[in-house]
Nanobody, 125 residues
C-alpha cells in the first residue's frame, strides 16, 4: 500500500521560505515521477512542480518558476519542494503525488495515482 506523508508546511511572511518534504513508502520510489500540487479554498487543484524518476528532469508551473525548486533523494524515498520568495497567493494546501506509471515529470493530476494528505502553507502579507 502506497503512503505519502507531507511535512514542513506552516505560516510564513511574504518573501519568506519554506521547505516541504514528502516521505513515500509502498512502491519502489525511484521508479516513478513525483509531483507537487496545491489547492486554495474555492479553487481547483493546481499543478506546482514535477520531477522525473532520477531527478534529472523537472517541470514547473509558470507561477512558481524561479522561486520554487523540486528535488528528490531516492535513497531516502523523499521528494522536496523548496519554496522561496513566497507570496500571499501561494497560500494553499500542498499535496505530493506519485505517478501511476510515468518516469518523466507530468502536470496532469490524472497521471498520478497516489496522493498525500496535504500540508497547509499560509503566507501572510
Amino acid at each position: 500500500q502506497v503512503q505519502l506523508v507531507e511535512s514542513g508546511g506552516g505560516l510564513v511572511q511574504a518573501g519568506g521560505s519554506l521547505r516541504l518534504s514528502c516521505a513515500a513508502s509502498g512502491r519502489t520510489f525511484s521508479m516513478y515521477a513525483m509531483g507537487w500540487f496545491r489547492q486554495a479554498p474555492g479553487k481547483e487543484r493546481q499543478f506546482v512542480a514535477a520531477i522525473s524518476w532520477s531527478g534529472g528532469s523537472t517541470y514547473y508551473a509558470d507561477s512558481v518558476k524561479g522561486r520554487f525548486t523540486i528535488s528528490r533523494d531516492n535513497a531516502k524515498n523523499t521528494v522536496y519542494l523548496q519554496m522561496n520568495s513566497l507570496k500571499p497567493e501561494d497560500t494553499a494546501v500542498y499535496y505530493c503525488a506519485q505517478s501511476k506509471r510515468s518516469i518523466g515529470p507530468r502536470a496532469e493530476p490524472n497521471d498520478y495515482g497516489y496522493w498525500g494528505q496535504g500540508t497547509q502553507v499560509t503566507v501572510s502579507s
